[in-house]
T-cell receptor
Framework: SQTIHQWPATLVQPVGSPLSLECTVE??????LYWYRQAAGRGLQLLFY????GQISSEVPQNLSASRPQDRQFILSSKKLLLSDSGFYLC?????WGLGETQYFGPGTRLLVL | KQEVTQIPAALSVPEGENLVLNCSFT??????LQWFRQDPGKGLTSLLL?????REQTSGRLNASLDKSSGRSTLYIAASQPGDSATYLC?????????????FGKGTLLTVNP
């Protein structure tokens, strides 16, 4: 069966510090991978998606970046965090973009920037 | 641009009641619509996926309907239980442009009181 892991579960970082959040998927090959952010009072916002190693597409301009160094690994990074980067970050995967395709979400990382 | 709205934002009911959650979307050109459940501080769990050609889907006490032409979906929960307490999110996959993307509503926070 497929599983998705995210770490850390919780992170408190000062403004201006770097960030690295990791997501890994087990039990599937060549998944589509996604990073979402869920801020208080707002819906989930898609930040990045990837269809393969080294292939990253960004949805919104921001001071975050994403990388996919391996097939089932997706990393969210920042060189300098802003207060507005606080939120709940969710990684998700899917197999294909077919009509019946669904996305499966990880447990999330709660980030608080102080 | 697709927009998804969920009403009500919060709902509190006594145990045993049947209830309906509403979701509306602005662009009827969709591949599918999904309902997710999110427990506090957790990731999302897919409940039901309705393809654009379908009218409804059922899973246990849950029934989701889709009226694509009017841009509406409902999630019906029968005989609600305290364990149903969670935030319920509706998401649509649009068929034009960025069809990999899910657009989420802000969710309905459901509390079922024993």
């Amino acid at each position: 069966s497929q599983t998705i892991h995210q770490w850390p579960a919780t992170l408190v970082q000062p403004v201006g510090s770097p960030l690295s959040l990791e997501c890994t998927v087990e039990g599937t090959s060549n998944p589509n991978l996604y990073w979402y952010r869920q801020a208080a009072g707002r819906g989930l916002q898609l930040l990045f998606y990837s269809v393969g190693i080294g292939q990253i597409s960004s949805e919104v301009p921001q001071n975050l970046s994403a990388s996919r160094p391996q097939d089932r690994q997706f990393i969210l990074s920042s060189k300098k965090l802003l207060l507005s980067d606080s939120g709940f970050y969710l990684c998700a995967w899917s197999v294909s973009w077919g009509l019946g395709e669904t996305q499966y979400f990880g447990p999330g990382t709660r980030l608080l920037v102080l | 641009k697709q927009e998804v709205t969920q009403i009500p934002a919060a709902l509190s009911v006594p145990e045993g009641e049947n209830l309906v959650l509403n979701c509306s979307f602005t662009d009827s050109a969709i591949y599918n619509l999904q309902w997710f459940r999110q427990d506090p501080g957790k990731g999302l769990t897919s409940l039901l996926l309705i393809q654009s050609s379908q009218r409804e889907q059922t899973s246990g006490r849950l029934n989701a309907s889709l009226d694509k032409s009017s841009g509406r979906s409902t999630l019906y929960i029968a005989a609600s239980q305290p364990g149903d307490s969670a935030t319920y999110l509706c998401a649509v996959r649009s068929s034009g442009g960025s069809n990999y993307k899910l657009t989420f509503g802000k969710g309905t926070l459901l509390t079922v009181n024993p």
